[in-house]
């Protein structure tokens, strides 16, 4: 998917936030999800391991992820 189409997901996604909808928005693309999640749920193998809030920095979330394993 090129970056435009990506904004405007990011873009779609947000407005359906604002007017209240909870979205569940899945991506192996670590440095997506805080740009577009107010909560990140880590799962390990189907189990709930985290859960993040906003606002969570890559590196932190990077941080969160590799110490889930």
Not at 35 to 49: E, H, K, N, S
């Amino acid at each position: 998917m090129d970056v435009e189409a990506k904004n405007q997901i990011y873009q779609i996604v947000r407005q359906l936030a604002t007017e209240g909808k909870s979205i569940i928005f899945v991506s192996s693309e670590v440095e997506e999800l805080p740009l577009v999640c107010d909560r990140i749920l880590l799962l390990q193998q189907g189990t709930l391991t985290r859960t993040l809030t906003s606002p969570v920095s890559t590196e932190e979330l990077m941080a969160e992820i590799l110490a889930s394993h």
